[in-house]
């Protein structure tokens, strides 16, 4: 039996970093090349097949995404967003019921910049693989550490700038958030974290850098420029 691939897209922060204002809208619903960026990160996921459900999980008072979603097939918006990324995730699985051995695709809503090809060859890997794996990027600045002054300068080798889609077993995903949040562990930031935590080495597969995450205000102009508009 084939075991199946659901998403999961968090969508439920406000965007502090991007904004230049106060009451602005979160980041996931502004727009690039006239489409909100959920849409578009939503939109190309379902452009691989073997993606049978996205879930897109937003705050309890949000107001924009079933709107922004309207007529898209085989999307699910679960209103259960949480205080830290890592909670909004948790939340949602604790509310998706499937095998265990189903695969859990986690991507976030503001990384609308990845290639359908690059999705596709990263799904192919970790199909194969025991743990599941993440896309990443080699670093290739020189790397510091410090404050007011470097204090020392850190070798490079191994080093690598994390993305999503993490795309983990559902059964394995589950249990490590769970231990991962009872034990308070500090700076979990992705999903990978807690299974790492766990004794697991997931796969890493190299992305590229039009997948990056818009944090910033300039980001909004440089992902519409990567579309191509
Ligand atoms: N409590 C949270 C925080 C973040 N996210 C989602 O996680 C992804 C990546 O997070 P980040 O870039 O940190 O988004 P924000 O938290 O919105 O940004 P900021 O920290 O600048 O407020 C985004 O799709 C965001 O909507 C979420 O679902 N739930
Ligand atoms: C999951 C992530 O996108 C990997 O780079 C990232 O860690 C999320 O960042 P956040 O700013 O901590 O939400």
């Not at 999961?8 to 727009?31: C, F, L, M, T, W």
């Not at 470097?150 to 077993?169: A, E, G, K, S, Y």
């Amino acid at each position: 039996m084939n075991n199946s691939i659901v998403a999961i897209v968090p969508a439920s922060g406000i965007g502090h970093r991007a904004s230049n204002e106060q009451n602005d809208i979160p980041k996931q619903y502004k727009k690039i090349a006239g489409i909100p960026i959920l849409r578009h990160t939503v939109t190309k996921l379902l452009l691989d097949s073997r993606i049978s459900h996205v879930n897109v999980i937003i705050k309890q008072d949000d107001c924009f995404a079933e709107q922004i979603l309207d007529n898209l097939n085989k999307v699910n918006i679960i209103k259960c967003g949480g205080k830290r990324r890592i909670d909004t995730v948790y939340n949602a699985i604790n509310l998706i019921n499937l095998n265990k051995n189903d695969w859990i695709i986690i991507h976030d809503a503001v990384r609308p910049g990845f290639s359908i090809n690059c999705l596709t060859k990263f799904i192919d890997q970790c199909l194969y693989d025991k743990v599941g794996g993440i896309l990443a990027i080699p670093v290739i600045d020189t790397i510091k550490k410090g404050s007011i002054r470097v204090h020392h300068t850190i070798n490079r080798d191994d080093l690598w700038l994390i993305q999503t889609p993490q795309m983990f077993r559902f059964g394995l995903l589950k249990k490590a958030l769970s231990i991962a949040i009872q034990n308070n562990l500090p700076d979990i930031t992705d999903e990978a974290s807690a299974i790492e935590y766990i004794g697991h080495n997931p796969l890493i597969i190299k992305g590229s850098i039009s997948n990056f995450k818009i944090t910033w205000p300039e980001d909004f102009a440089l992902m519409e420029k990567l579309y191509g508009f």
